[in-house]
């Protein structure tokens, strides 16, 4: 087992399929006994957006326009290449279905399990217009000085 070891992601897209590849990393290094962070900055924070939990409380005209038009959780991220209009998206899908592959949300919810540890950018919450309670519980903020110690303390970081 790895347990010493430290695997730092940075998950800026809001893609579909790169949000898959960083959870299906994520998930396998906690297997593994590596302790995972993962640090949620602009268009990433899709990926830990609570569903459920979309408000248009204390929130400017833009910020209020912005949040219909995004994506409200993992499921409605689109992909980064051929999405064509959420067609290629639908192939994908029904293709990891086929191989009974897990979902997005599959991945998310074992990373959660797991104990992946979900931080999310001040700034990027702040600008994008998100309130705190808007997203994951397990969703901690951090500035960008926190989250580089924690990344200067990995061993493998990755940007995705």
């Not at 290094?29 to 957006?49: C, H, I, Q, T, Y």
């Not at 992909?79 to 029904?94: F, I, P, V, Y």
Request: net charge negative; charged share 30%; hydrophobic share 45%.
């Amino acid at each position: 087992m790895l347990e010493e070891k430290k695997m730092n992601i940075l998950m800026f897209s809001g893609d579909y399929d790169k949000a898959l590849a960083a959870l299906i990393l994520a998930n396998t290094a906690k297997e593994l006994g590596v302790n995972v962070s993962m640090f949620f900055a602009f268009w990433g924070l899709f990926l830990v957006r609570d569903p459920a939990k979309s408000s248009l409380e204390d929130k400017t005209a833009f910020e209020k326009m912005f949040g219909f038009v995004t994506p409200k959780g993992p499921e409605e991220l689109p992909l980064s290449r051929m999405n064509m209009a959420g067609l290629g998206k639908q192939m994908l899908l029904e293709m990891m279905d086929d191989d009974q592959t897990p979902t997005l949300t599959d991945f998310l919810n074992g990373a959660r399990k797991k104990g992946v540890t979900f931080f999310g950018c001040k700034l990027s919450v702040d600008v994008m217009g998100f309130k705190e309670d808007e997203l994951l519980p397990e969703v901690r903020i951090i500035t960008a000085k926190e989250y580089l110690k924690d990344a200067l303390e990995s061993d493998m970081q990755l940007f995705i």
